[in-house]
């Protein structure tokens, strides 16, 4: 979900929800051609961007500095919905975006998004890839070379079934990482106190997606990280940083001031970190074959053995990979802590759903997983009530779209508000509450499937849904059956901003206390 990082751009400059991109003035004209044409559907003539209401951008500077929702954008979703209704959009000069707040219209827009769906052109990251001569990944490239591109990083990740495959090595990283856990609440005063626990979290994701993507551990979780994995971990943080730097600033500034030189140094660190360990993993099946040994392996093999990518894009696809699943699994897992510390009594019920499954010592297995609707519905409250990214989007980018009563030309540029959806009461009662029971099958309400979908929809969902959610499955599973949660006396309550993706406003910090043996 880092994605939404290269379009922080529009966030700023047109002072709408991060994730939305700009519309080239051609576009923005298309728009208001529209209205000039006519349009007609049968004998009832439908409305344009132009009928569409919405806040100028003196009502947009006002809330967002006046009133401080620079930060808190998502809940502005709400407001802006209570104001102006389920559609409306938002201009400033030639940025045009038409925002969707309402789950029976999000939906329309989804089902009519062609072959090719098309989130943004992602520029500010093809910016790198051009200067460097890089292939484009699959949040990079569009069209009929994105769907050949996706169709083929789909197989041995995105069914249920595949990525069973990687339980194990999933289980290897939470031993180590319940080990970190240890280590880090022993040496605190108390002796069970875990600061910040989302770095700790961060760590863990970074070297599960490693792990299934490289094959190979690279040290996130030891208490020296080695200089290069810290490195290359540094450097993601630095890419996102110094990218919103160049989003605001005009282009003419590259050559004066440093951060666009920072911003590519250290998308080269990046690159140069994932081509090492895909060489070193080249380098070993070639030794494989010459011995006429049998390949063995998963993701990456299968990659570098299918001959259905070259080298290069490989490269650029694993690149971008890297940055997919570790915030979702990171502030989900955070998140759900955060709240089972708060009810006691779901945590309760939670430890007696996996202890009853998984006994002991017994380590769980995908097979396990899928008899804990408890722990599921856990992860899919929290999904619900932080998608990490509040925003996506969608350009209309084949045909035009007929949504509601309005019509929209090709090129239109649709703001889907996830976060506005997902806490709607109409579509969630008591939307602001953490009711995990709301998603098991005696408990379940009638409502459209699509006021949650945190992973996006269809052919562009995120790749990497099954691995992150086998990630924080196993993961939540096994910390709940060693220890007892519970909230820091001193944290008070903590709440969500948006600070390109959806994080805690202050650090998490939480009490584990281990549990007797059983």
Not at 460 to 471: F, K
Request: aromatic share 10%; with cysteine; net charge positive.
């Amino acid at each position: 979900m880092i994605r939404a990082a290269a379009r922080t751009c529009c966030h700023l400059r047109s002072g709408i929800s991060p994730g939305l991109q700009t519309i080239r003035v051609t576009q923005h004209r298309a728009l208001h051609g529209a209205a000039a044409a006519g349009i007609a559907e049968g004998d009832k003539k439908l409305k344009t961007f132009d009928d569409l209401p919405g806040p100028s951008l003196l009502t947009n500077l006002y809330w967002f500095f006046i009133r401080g929702y620079l930060l808190y954008s998502h809940e502005l979703q709400a407001i802006y919905k209570k104001k102006y209704g389920p559609i409306y959009k938002s201009s400033f000069g030639a940025y045009t975006t038409v925002n969707i707040t309402d789950v029976d219209l999000l939906e329309t827009v989804l089902r009519q998004e062609g072959k090719y769906p098309m989130r943004s052109d992602m520029e500010l990251w093809k910016v790198h890839r051009r200067l460097r001569d890089l292939a484009l990944g699959p949040f990079t490239e569009e069209g009929h070379r994105w769907h050949t591109l996706r169709s083929v990083l789909n197989k041995r990740m995105l069914k249920p079934s595949e990525a069973m495959l990687y339980t194990g090595a999933v289980n290897e990283v939470v031993t180590d990482f319940l080990d970190t856990l240890d280590d880090v609440r022993k040496e605190s005063p108390s002796g069970v106190m875990v600061n910040d626990i989302a770095s700790s979290f961060y760590r863990f994701a970074f070297e599960g997606i490693s792990y299934i993507l490289f094959e190979t551990r690279i040290g996130c979780l030891e208490k020296n990280v080695p200089p290069e994995t810290k490195k290359f971990i540094n450097s993601i943080g630095a890419m996102l940083k110094y990218s919103v730097f160049v989003s605001i600033l005009p282009q003419w500034t590259n050559d004066i001031l440093p951060y666009y030189k920072f911003y590519i140094e250290n998308w080269d660190n990046i690159f140069a970190f994932g081509k090492k360990l895909i060489d070193q993993k080249m380098q070993k099946i070639q030794q494989r074959l010459e011995r006429g040994e049998e390949l063995q392996g998963e993701y990456l093999t299968y990659l570098l053995s299918s001959g259905k990518l070259t080298m290069k894009e490989v490269y650029g696809s694993v690149a971008e990979l890297l940055l997919a699943g570790v915030d979702t699994t990171s502030n989900t897992l955070s998140w759900a802590l955060y709240h089972l510390a708060r009810d006691w009594e779901t945590q309760r019920c939670l430890y007696q759903e996996v202890t009853a499954i998984v006994p002991g010592e017994v380590i769980p297995t995908a097979e396990d997983i899928a008899k804990m609707p408890l722990l599921k519905a856990v992860i899919k409250e929290i999904l619900r009530m932080y998608p990490v990214v509040p925003t996506n989007s969608r350009v209309a980018a084949e045909k035009e779209m007929i949504i509601g009563d309005y019509y929209f030309p090709k090129d239109t540029l649709f703001a889907l508000f996830h976060y506005a959806i997902s806490r709607d009461e109409s579509n969630f009662p008591e939307p602001n509450k953490f009711i995990p029971q709301r998603w098991l099958r005696d408990h379940k309400i009638k409502n459209n499937p699509f006021s949650s979908i945190p992973f996006g929809y269809g052919i562009r969902a995120c790749v990497g849904r099954r691995i992150a959610e086998l990630e924080m499955h196993l993961a939540l599973s096994r910390i709940i059956k060693k220890y007892e949660i519970q909230p820091d006396p001193d944290g008070g309550e903590i709440t969500a901003m948006a600070r390109i993706v959806l994080t805690p406003n202050k650090p998490i910090n939480l009490q584990l206390l281990e549990r007797a043996a059983q």
